[in-house]
């Protein structure tokens, strides 16, 4: 599961934990739920979303999650949506797949909510939490390479560009040095052993984050891919929305809330052809913004959940032109930066 949980200090990197969905108000607001409209929740979590959805209108609802322990515990929603509500366990890069699985070839909106959730935090055995010890798994659905394999197995090069590229961490080469040292002594296997490491030569007062945010941050980005799931879901929401149909989104971290900043600036405003191919039409816009800029957080909701803080909301409203072809999304993705050079600058 993808479902962004929070801002502020928390036990996870990047994607904070929550109990209380972030943004509520507004996503409901932005989405704009109808009778009988069909709704897709990418990021289903606990439910937050979804139960929102299902009680501002007669909707129904597909939610989707990467998490098996998530599906498991939204039966008892299922159960109690007469109907409404069908839960599939999946990537929501696939929601458009998903749609068409089930009969469906449009739908009246799509929410998508970035990140980690609570439940995956709060257990240590997931391996995201650098509070709780655990091994160093990371995995959001078990599957592929864990947080742990790629700090045994990368370059000390090749660690210090992912923690920089995906944690923004301005001291990436001493934390892959560290890193590259310990295993040299033994495995890296369990979460507070890494958390330790990073804690020698990152530090923080006693009010900032935990030195080992960003590199645990950057580990659990690069081990579920998340920007590129980010980026492949904006496009398949492109090609499953009605016109008229909306996307709303909620981000918790600058490399997130940038791409879904850029892939909407791009697709509401007109594609100019090629100087190099005069004939060639240009594209339509295939959305036009609802919210402009970023939606925040209000003073009471960060009084009752602090949490939020860092959490960001992007809306749009689908138009009646053709999707623009998927192409290649890596433009929307950050580059693999040099820290030194960088640093240099």
Known sequence: MMAGRG???????????????????????????????LYIDGTFGAGGYTSAILNAAGTSVIAI??????????????????????????????????????????????VLDIGVSSMQIDEGERGFSFRRDGPLDMR?????????????????????????????????????????????EAPIERTLQLADIVAKVVWAKPHEPHPATRTFQALRIAVN???????????AAERVLKPGGRLVVVTFHSLEDRIVKTFLANRAKAAAGSRHMPALQSAPPSFKLVARGAV????????????????????????????????????LLPPVPDPDTSRRR
């Open 225 to 235: 891919d998340e920007l590129g799931e980010l980026a492949r879901a904006l496009s």
């Open 296 to 331: 925040e957080p209000g003073e009471e909701e960060l009084a009752r959940n602090p949490r939020a803080r860092s959490s960001r909301l992007r809306a749009a409203e689908r138009t009646e032109a053709p999707a623009h072809p998927a192409g290649d999304l890596s433009s």
């Open 65 to 110: 999650d990467r998490d098996p322990t998530a599906i498991e515990g939204g039966q008892g929603l299922v159960a109690a949506s007469g109907g409404r509500l069908t839960l599939v366990h999946e990537r929501f890069s696939a929601l458009d797949e998903v749609a068409a699985a089930q009969g469906i070839d449009a739908v009246d909106g799509v």
């Open 140 to 184: 959001m659905s078990s599957e592929g390479p864990s947080a742990a394999d790629l700090v045994a197995k990368l370059s000390e090069t090749d660690l210090a560009n992912l923690i920089f590229r995906f944690g923004e961490e301005r001291h990436s080469r001493a934390v892959a040095r560290a890193i590259v040292a310990a295993r040299k």
């Open 7 to 37: 801002g502020s200090e928390t036990d996870a990197a990047g994607g904070p934990a929550r109990h209380l969905p972030v943004l509520l108000a507004e996503v409901v607001e932005h989405l704009a739920p109808k009778d009988g409209g």
